[in-house]
């Protein structure tokens, strides 16, 4: 038997947990989470209109349903639980499928005023994640400014303009809906500081941004045009192209009027966040002009664009895990085709997969190739892994240290409550939306 511990229960953490028990006939498999619920970013970070994504997690139960597979939450690696060296005397290997846990700064003055967020937090609010706050995103915003131009920019421009009827019948908490619903937002400036060739929302996200119902979408043609790949796009990638497609024919197309407004800017790099009283009241930002090397320089000239809401979106960083190593430049840790690095050597039984082994790119399904490199050289390493005593079974030793993780039929049992509770409301499944609530319908699972 190889005692496998997979810490994280995203895609890649599911990815990986699949591939050891697709190869290796005696992989037995622990995924641990320090959520008492499984599917990491598909639960947490997926927009809640976006259906047919989150239903990517009816394949993740697949994978935590099987019988060498077993799903334990509620259980934190690091120094608040249990450390990477118990876990490697618990288990005969482990892989660390942690993500990236924190979001890139913008690193200007008045990043931190009160109205001032990164699109995550926004995302983990509406999304019922466990910690998340409600610090009252929307109060008193009539416009925001998405700092970023990739799909989750899309995302979160897209959620502050849905009307609370078409968010009804999806899982979000119940707070963030009626929040949303007063909400007194009417203009969204989605802002990118190099040109629409060179932003990385995808087509069909993109399109969505001109559907919503009673929302125009404003772009300049004008400040496309400053882009020369824009002008001429025979050269671009498809995927690229076809996002040049659909900004012309909002730049070319008739004027709508609409309640609310999406405004598309591009070669705006922001400098300062400016204060209005003690709140965040508007942002600078230096228009910018390609240069000779794919990037962007500075033009000094400035244009101020009032909001009471600021959301960065400029990507994802991985963190530090206590008790393994961490390449601070690249926000990863150190690896050789999955296996950890320690000064440079191979540290057995240690492996890593995900954003925290390759940083965070590509999309879900980047992790499935990603986790099956890791699993090759798990397994390629299983004849000097096994420890001692194949029979111990680590959970009575987690159970001994005090961890009473969450097992698959506590997570059923989380399941039943959210779809009582959206009965309740009139609704469809509604998330739970704190530690409280979730550990308590855990807990009625043995009742």
């Not at 990986?16 to 190869?23: D, I, K």
């Not at 924190?102 to 609010?125: N, Y």
Request: charged residues 25%; glycine residues 10%; neutral net charge.
């Amino acid at each position: 038997m190889l005692r496998v511990a997979v810490v994280g229960s995203g895609p890649s953490g599911c990815y990986t947990a699949q591939s050891l028990v697709q190869l290796s006939p005696d992989a037995h498999v622990d995924v641990l989470d320090r959520l008492p619920c499984p599917y990491g970013l598909v639960r947490y970070g997926v927009a809640p209109d976006h259906e047919k994504i989150k239903s990517l997690q009816n394949n993740l139960r697949t994978v935590l349903e099987h019988e060498r597979v077993r799903f334990l939450g509620g259980v934190p690696v690091g120094p608040a639980g249990v450390s990477p060296a118990r876990l490697r005397e618990l288990y005969d290997a482990v892989v660390y499928c942690v993500g990236a846990a924190t979001d890139r700064r913008l690193g200007i003055p008045g990043e931190d005023l009160p109205g001032s967020w990164s699109a995550t937090e926004f995302v983990s609010w509406y999304s019922a994640h466990p910690d998340a706050v409600d610090d009252g995103f929307l109060r008193g915003a009539r416009s925001a400014v998405v700092i970023g131009v990739g799909n989750v920019a899309v995302d979160v421009t897209r959620m502050l303009v849905r009307g609370a009827a078409e968010l009804t019948g999806t899982d979000m908490p119940q707070a963030a809906l009626d929040a949303l619903a007063a909400g007194r937002v009417t203009d969204v400036h989605m802002v990118g500081r190099r040109g629409p060739s060179q932003a990385r929302f995808t087509t069909k996200e993109l399109r969505e941004l001109g559907s919503l119902p009673d929302t125009a979408v404003v772009v300049d043609p004008a400040e496309l045009a400053l882009d020369a790949a824009y002008r001429d796009p025979s050269g671009l990638p498809a995927p690229q192209r076809r996002n040049v497609e659909v900004l012309r024919g909002w730049a070319e197309g008739p004027a709508r009027n609409a309640a609310r407004r999406i405004r598309l800017r591009f070669f705006l790099r922001p400098v300062e966040l400016l204060a209005d009283g003690a709140r965040v009241g508007a942002v600078r930002f230096e228009r910018t002009a390609p240069d000779e090397h794919g990037g962007v320089t500075g033009t000094g000239r400035y244009e101020e664009i009032a909001a009471q809401l600021v959301l960065r979106s400029v990507g994802y960083r991985g963190v530090p895990l206590e008790g393994l190593p961490f390449d601070a430049s690249s926000g990863t840790v150190p690896h050789l085709a999955g296996r950890v690095l320690r000064d440079g050597v191979v540290a057995p039984g240690e492996y890593v997969a995900g954003w925290i082994k390759r940083g965070p790119t590509g999309v879900i399904g980047t992790n499935r190739p990603c986790a099956k490199e890791t699993v090759t050289s798990l397994l390629a390493d299983a004849a000097v892994l096994a420890r001692g005593d194949a029979s111990a079974d680590p959970l009575t030793a987690l159970r001994a240290a005090g961890i009473e993780p969450v097992e698959w039929a506590g997570w059923r049992a989380i399941e039943r409550a959210e779809a009582e509770l959206g009965v309740s409301l009139g609704r469809s499944v509604v998330k739970l939306p704190d530690w409280a609530s979730l550990l308590t319908a855990a807990r009625t699972a043995g009742s």
